[in-house]
């Protein structure tokens, strides 16, 4: 099978480089897959700086050796979609899977390469070509004013319209519950699968004990920062968190928001007093990342809202650690769907924060437990198991589409069969597939869950 993925991709610093890498990295391991990642071009990052506060620079880094990269598609350009579709006709998948939040392409200060980039996905179906989405979010679910957005009612139009383009796609997948009770509530689709997120390694490793208040306990919070992903009431928890834990150490990862330079560098000014205390570790290159999270006592979470299943809340089952987070909606649907061990606290409550992290510090039974908890969820959903499932189910379409081929074909007149038969396979663009409601909801769709 030959797959075209779209999606961003290391050393590009924008979102979902990780998980697009984790996706890629599973299908190249598969004989039987030829994969082509279309991505975005290489540039500067001033949001994504490591822990010296310098820029990560992208063009400077070589490629990922082993996988055919073609950056053939630019962030908030308006020939987004025309080059990736003159790249696909050229390579001629038979499937091209895209990996997307609704700012992949564009930020909102240019709505229209935005936009024009969402398209992509029903204008490469419109050209025969199957086309997939993982969706990591549903603007339905997005607090506008956490996340920074003006013009909110503009907006949502805008978002509304995307969507629908958007579902255009022959399927969909998303990795909430709820957000597939809103694509089919509101929009009235039939093609929306509900998806796992994944955890990243093959095979995870069974947490190491030793390794966690030895001897300090770290509370690593990790993701991009600056929107709703903030920092203040973690920061407004801490101290108290020192005064009962003395040998706490908060550990702050990751890159500002692309909308968001500077953040995270802000706050470590501001707080300086706390000394070795805090520690900023900026940007993480992905080598570094199991260690991160392998000696941490326990994964924060404070956001002040949320736009999709938590990339940070599988790697930190996938290496046993905790899980404090706020108490949002769409994360106690992922716990619950996931079999998550969480602590949430009151969103924006710092006290309550507080007494969250104190008392999983305080008890080294309840660390244990809930990292066993948490490690056993993650061999339950790994990116191996994650990504068969989707070939699973790109093969069922493929099948369908022959066996309907065929039996349309045994019902022409003998001559026309062989006329048809004689000549060379026709060209991609020119073929359709028919997703109906019976193909997305029959018992054996491997992505599907029942609820």
């Not at 909308?259 to 900023?280: C, D, M, N, Q, V």
């Amino acid at each position: 099978m030959k797959i075209c993925l779209v999606t961003t991709f290391p050393p590009s610093g924008r979102q979902l480089n990780e998980y697009g890498f984790y996706i890629a990295r599973e299908l190249q391991r598969n004989p039987h897959i030829s994969l082509t990642i279309l991505s975005d071009e290489l540039t500067d990052y001033e949001f994504a700086t490591d822990a010296d506060g310098k820029s990560l620079n992208a063009p400077q880094q070589a490629e990922l050796p082993g996988y055919d990269v073609v950056r053939c598609w630019k962030f908030n350009n308006l020939a987004t979609p025309v080059r990736l579709l003159k790249t696909i006709r050229k390579l001629k998948p038979d499937v091209v899977w895209f990996n997307l939040v609704f700012s992949s392409f564009g930020t909102p200060e240019y709505p229209v390469a935005a936009f024009a980039g969402l398209s992509a996905p029903a204008l490469t179906r419109a050209l025969g070509y199957y086309t997939h989405i993982t969706l990591h979010h549903v603007i339905e679910h997005v607090d506008f004013a956490s996340a920074g957005v003006r013009r909110e009612r503009l907006f949502r139009l805008g978002s509304d319209l995307a969507t629908r383009a958007l579902l255009r796609a022959n399927s969909v997948s998303v990795l909430l519950s709820g957000y597939r009770r809103t694509l089919v509530e509101k929009y009235s689709a039939e093609n929306v699968l509900l998806g796992t997120h994944g955890t990243f390694a093959s095979c995870p490793t069974p947490p190491d004990f030793s390794k966690r208040g030895n001897p300090d306990h770290r509370i690593l919070a990790i993701g991009h920062w600056g929107t709703y992903k903030r920092l203040e009431t973690l920061m407004e928890a801490f101290p108290a968190v020192l005064k009962k834990v003395p040998n706490a150490k908060l550990v702050i990862a990751g890159a500002n928001h692309h909308t968001k330079p500077g953040y995270w560098e802000s706050i470590r000014e501001s707080h300086k007093h706390l000394g070795a205390a805090l520690e900023f570790r900026g940007y993480v290159p992905e080598e570094a990342i199991p260690e991160l999270f392998s000696s941490s006592s326990i994964v924060v979470m404070p956001y002040d809202s949320a736009t999709g299943s938590s990339g940070p809340a599988h790697q930190a089952c996938e290496y046993g650690v905790p899980i404090v987070c706020a108490g949002i909606n769409d994360f106690r649907d992922m716990a619950a769907d996931e079999d998550m061990a969480v602590s949430f606290y009151t969103v924006g409550d710092a006290t309550d924060l507080a007494d969250q992290l104190v008392a999983i510090l305080q008890s080294p039974e309840q660390q244990r437990r809930m990292a066993e908890h948490n490690f056993s969820a993650a061999m339950k959903m790994t990116m191996a198991n994650v990504v068969g499932n989707y070939l699973r189910w790109f093969e069922l379409k493929r099948a369908k589409k022959a066996i309907g081929a065929a039996a349309s074909l045994s019902d022409w007149p003998a001559s026309w069969r062989r006329s048809a038969l004689s000549r060379p396979n026709p060209p991609r663009e020119h073929q359709e597939d028919d997703d109906s409601a019976e193909d997305l909801r029959e018992p054996s769709a491997p992505i599907e869950r029942s609820r």
